[in-house]
């Protein structure tokens, strides 16, 4: 098989394992393929490129419209996803407080990490709004004492948006209504990156300095460094 075959056959290979279907970072959700639904295969309307998830038009009582596909399930932590951001309008005239959950069983009877009420996006009716979920704000729903938020995004079999007050990820209010668009799974911000980025270099040159202070050959620079080395 000549080089260029070999080349050949390793790039298709590499094209088909980054386009499989997994979480990744910079997606934005695709409505009409991405899986979203109420539940036992009920699809929610799409209206003008948004989802509108008004559970009271199926009969339902809880406001959650959830995801089991492969575009939004697998390991988001090894995937680099910190936050979920999104755009959000209450359509109806009761309040809405939408938060995030994930399951590592896809089970309401197993344990869910949900958004918290320091991070959780409150609407009243006719308002909207942008909003960014950190995952740094999940909270264990605890009927397992061996999950943890860690280890549940580490394998998310099921991820959902629902309307609740408390800490339920049923979600609660069966006259909410809402619209979602823009659902993206985003990465750490790149400040945190450029501040951890500086922290290090500050690190380095204050140990530079120290090994310069000691007379450090290995860093001493000059006619004495030079001398030092040769020395050794």
Known sequence: MSTKTIACVFATGLLASTSAKAIMVGQTSDFN??????GQGQLPDIVNGRMDVDVS????????????SANWTGNWNGAGVSAVTLSAENTGT???WLRLGFSSTDNKNGA??????????????????SHRFLLSNLTMLQNNAEETVESTLDS??????????SLDFRGNGADA???LDNISAVPVPAAVWLFGTALLGLVGVARRGQHEQAGDPAVATGPAGAAALAAE
Request: net charge negative; proline share 2%; hydrophobic share 45%.
């Open 112 to 129: 869910w990490a949900v958004t918290d009420n320091s991070n959780w996006l409150v609407l009243n009716g006719g308002e909207s709004a």
């Open 177 to 179: 209504e809402f619209a």
């Open 57 to 68: 038009d199926i009969g339902k009582a809880r406001p959650v419209i959830l995801n089991r």
């Open 94 to 96: 009761s309040r809405v």
């Open 156 to 165: 998310v079999a099921q991820f959902r948006i629902f309307s609740s007050q």
């Open 33 to 38: 393929i991405d899986g979203w639904e109420y």
